[in-house]
């Protein structure tokens, strides 16, 4: 990375919001709720719930970051 350029997003995150620890953590939820439950209704809430974390965190915020750094320039 260069002196003047801006720092990726993924660079300004720290260890626990980085994409694989936010992925293992949406999945450790997943299988535990199923496990301690057994409650296919309750996991597939919850699967819905982390997909649009997944998608707001992972997809869209990154895109706004690199979006907005356009902007400035």
Known sequence: ???NSKPKYWELKPLWCQPWSIIAFGI???????????????TSILIFIILIWWLLF???????????NEDKN
């Open 58 to 68: 992972l997809v869209l915020a990154p895109k706004l970051y690199i979006k907005s």
């Open 1 to 3: 990375m260069s002196t």
């Open 28 to 42: 450790f939820l997943i299988f535990s709720t199923y496990y301690f439950s057994k409650n296919i209704f309750i």
